[in-house]
């Protein structure tokens, strides 16, 4: 067998991707599972967005394109930023990448050093951790509870910090836990982040249009625009316009950063494909309807899960602030199952016995938890919810 090299080895594929695989795989040899794994919205493109698509490949816009993305592209999302969230920036401040995968990608790569620490708060997108591997940095790991509603203190924050970090991640509304930050929570962890200059602050707002509970979505920024020189603000259009398979996200934050992100992208990728970034012009520019039609029925969905789970004896699932995510705390269910250990045991079972594919807490490093997506539809998440109860 070849001798792999030793960064390879210290990650592993992403569980998520990997649980979706095992259900297609199962329904594929005529098993009847109902998939709770997936990330991405269970609706169509709007058509508006396709069309913008075919529109431009029958143009021959088929080549490649500026590195960083096409400038009618990156003006779109400097308008986005102005109007969703009160932040300016400059062409040469964007990066439109390959996904949002690529944005943490292009990130860790241009900004650590082998031995830098990476504060990531659990439970954490499967990501983030194996990204800052791959540079051969050191993820630094906050571990919450249901009780602080999954949320990092500023304490917590203080003492993760040492001599070496680098980085953080802050994910709001959260994958997987649906929680977002309140403009105070994110002042106050800002108010720790000032008292060190080194750090570089990633806000990850890839769900901020999928939110119900606060009305209007913020960041770090919004808390703390003093930090405006050290933050990358991450987005994209794969969850707020179920546009996963386009693969467009986009980063904006200080020029010398964003261009060190734009050298790493030049070296692997190039550009993003040229009709998406089209599309996601569109996208941004276009009718936002969509997004308030998703969101309702979203609300739906998780309203009748998290009533469900908490009929259960056993699992305490609290309500979400977003995301089309429900991460429910399981111990007390495994304290009384037999032969059931952990939630991973708890997921294999569900996969094996009842047709259930769900991702357990453990693979975004938070055990005696399990993710559910709820995007799928009503009729399957009523039948997921009937074999979980018979299963339990
Ligand atoms: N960030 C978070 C928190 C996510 O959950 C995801 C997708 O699952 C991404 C970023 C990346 O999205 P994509 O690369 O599909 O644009």
């Known amino acids: 067998s070849i001798k792999l090299s030793n960064r390879v080895q210290a990650v592993k594929p992403s569980p998520t991707l990997a649980i979706t695989a095992r259900a297609a795989q199962m329904r594929?040899?005529?098993?009847?599972?109902?998939?709770?794994?997936?990330?991405?919205?269970?609706?169509?493109?709007?058509?508006?967005?396709?069309?913008?698509?075919?529109?431009?490949?029958a143009k021959g816009f088929t080549k490649y394109?500026?590195?960083?993305?096409?400038?009618?592209?990156?003006?779109?999302?400097i308008e986005k930023f102005k109007k969703d969230n009160g932040l300016d920036y400059q062409p040469k401040q964007v990066l439109v990448s390959c996904g949002g995968k690529q944005s943490s990608f292009n990130l860790t790569q241009a900004l650590l050093n082998a031995g830098d620490e990476v504060i990531i708060p659990a439970p954490f997108w499967v990501s983030y951790p194996d990204m800052v591997l791959l540079a051969d940095g050191v993820p630094v790991i906050i571990e919450t509870t249901q009780?602080?509603?999954f949320k990092i203190t500023p304490e917590q924050l203080r003492a993760a910090i040492t001599p070496k970090t680098r980085l953080i991640f802050i994910n709001s509304p959260s994958n997987p836990s649906g929680i977002a930050y309140t403009l105070d929570e994110l002042k106050a962890l800002g108010d720790v982040l000032k008292e060190h200059p080194n750090i570089?602050?990633?806000?990850?707002?890839?769900?901020?249009?999928?939110?119900?509970k606060q009305g209007t979505f913020v960041n770090i920024l919004n808390a703390h625009p003093d930090l405006y020189d050290r933050t990358v603000v991450m987005n994209g259009v794969s969850k707020a316009y179920s546009m996963t398979g386009w693969r467009i996200g986009y980063a904006a934050g200080p020029a010398d950063l964003i261009e060190a992100m734009t050298t790493v992208q030049s070296q692997s990728t190039s550009n993003p494909t040229s009709i998406s970034q089209v599309a996601a012009e569109a996208a941004l520019t276009g009718d936002q309807s969509f997004i308030d039609d998703m969101c309702v029925e979203f609300k739906k969905r998780h309203d009748y899960v998290v009533a469900e789970f908490n009929k259960i004896d056993g699992i305490d699932c609290i309500e979400t602030d977003g995301t089309f995510y429900?991460?429910?705390?399981?111990?007390?269910?495994?304290?009384?199952?037999?032969?059931i250990d952990d939630d991973l045991g708890f997921?294999?079972?569900?996969?094996?016995?009842?047709?259930?594919?769900?991702?357990?807490?453990?693979?975004?490093?938070?055990?005696?938890h399990i993710r559910i997506s709820i995007a799928t539809s009503m009729a399957n998440l009523e039948k997921a919810m009937e074999r979980i109860r018979n299963a339990v």
């Not at 109902?34 to 967005?49: C, K, M, N, R, S």
């Not at 570089?200 to 119900?212: C, N």
């Not at 997921?347 to 005696?368: C, D, N, Q, R």
Request: hydrophobic letters at 45%; zero cysteines.
């Open 28 to 57: 594929a040899a005529g098993k009847d599972i109902v998939g709770l794994g997936a990330g991405e919205p269970d609706f169509d493109t709007p058509e508006h967005i396709k069309a913008a698509a075919v529109e431009a490949l």
């Open 326 to 339: 429900v991460f429910p705390n399981i111990e007390k269910l495994l304290a009384r199952l037999d032969g």
């Open 147 to 149: 009780a602080q509603r």
């Open 347 to 368: 997921s294999e079972y569900l996969i094996e016995h009842a047709g259930v594919a769900l991702v357990p807490g453990s693979a975004f490093g938070t055990p005696g």
């Open 65 to 77: 394109t500026a590195v960083d993305g096409i400038p009618s592209l990156k003006k779109a999302i």
């Open 200 to 212: 570089i602050i990633a806000t990850d707002d890839m769900y901020e249009h999928i939110l119900w």
